[in-house]
């Protein structure tokens, strides 16, 4: 039978039907009122270019009267829009075609775009990553997808991975990089060589032994990725030195909340101070949160604290298998920002906005908020600093010529043991190279759907 309704901006109309009708209609009651969304989503050859898949009408140009005939097919799982009063120069009698599960998707979760499911991140220890993730070969790597796929994936679930079997090239860095996506460009250049120089103007350009440390930590974007081929190794000494910081992230989150809330909120400078060559100046937080959607929490308060207090109940729960995944402080982790040797002086200037008029009114009062600042800053940095050096958590690899190390630069703190400086030309070398974020993960997603045909 013909079963059709008109919806308006704002105005819900309600209608009844039978059977599957009756189900997508009872689906739809909560967007009736939100046409402009729905006139926005259309795809049609006449809303979006079949070839180039851009948009061809602004959502700005969308009539706030705008309204549409509504109607179901395919037994209610098809739903058909004919526009009334449309887009300006669009065609009058323009239709848009939505499959049910895309407006399920949208009432559930806010998002017509089916996830993508990305394996459980995992924070580790040296044991378990030696047990999880083995080195991968080259030629395999390049030449492979499904080789290629893996290694992404482990950078995913634990950040680090070593390929083998490099070419003893300069040029061979570009080539691992470029299988995934475009080098990042910066002032050390598209490539740089890591090894002791005179008057370096970075530790990492010596033989000292270099703390754990995150790279570019004073620019707005650092790199997501970091590669490094070792081309030679040295004499002695030298050794690389990885520790996942997510893995002490959630021991601090357990341990001390306080000091874990304190490092997501509160304020550390980072710069490159060479102004007479460059100068780049950074505010972080140490820990970085990703975005909290209570809507997909469905026994959430939405009180942040409530949700803090189950969370760490759960993260110290014997049994890690059984905490739920929205409850897994793992997952809420974005990006970790640590580089002792970069870090600038403490600044008060982030602080004027949270002050009262009384406060900025005196200066005493101002000083001693900002002491109260830097010394809660630096007790629970001192307690997460002792977390990252925990000898059960370091990885250490004595790099051998035609290993090539990548890891997540703003996960995974990389450090080097002091190393004798060998004959001139025979020194430690290393090819570095970055890559941003954005290609990594368009290279996973468009992987993923190629290789297992996952959305």
Known sequence: MSYAFLIKAHIPVVSHGCGSHAYAHNLMRPLHGLIVLLRDLCESPESVDVSTRQKLFSTADIPSDIAARVSYEDGGETVRLRWINNVPDMPVDQQTTLQLDVLRRLIQSGDVRASTALPQRVPW??????????????????SDDVVLLQALHHLHTHGLLFLTGVPDSGAAVVDIVERIGPLKNTFYGSTWDVRSVPEAKNVAYTAQDLGFHMDLMYMHQPPHLQFLHCIRSSASGGASLFTDSFRAAKELFVEDVQAFQTLCFEWVNFHYNHPESHYYYQPRHVIELQPLIFGDLKDSSGNLEALLERAQQSASAD????????????????????????????????????????ELGGQPS?????NMHVERWHKAAS??????????????RMMKPGECV???NRRVLHARRAFEVGDAGKERWLKGAYLDWDPYMSKLKVLQRRVTGAS
């Open 319 to 358: 049994v890690a298998e059984s905490t739920p995944p929205h409850l897994d402080i793992a997952n809420w982790l974005q990006a970790i920002a640590w580089a002792p040797p970069f870090q600038a002086p403490f600044s008060y200037k982030q602080l004027l906005s949270n002050l009262s008029s009384t």
């Open 406 to 408: 990548i890891f997540d």
């Open 125 to 142: 220890t040296t044991t378990r990553f030696v047990q999880d993730v083995d080195d991968i070969d080259y030629e395999a790597y390049l």
């Open 366 to 370: 101002l000083l001693q908020r900002f």
């Open 383 to 396: 307690t997460f600093n002792t977390l990252i050096q925990k000898h059960e958590g370091i990885y250490e």
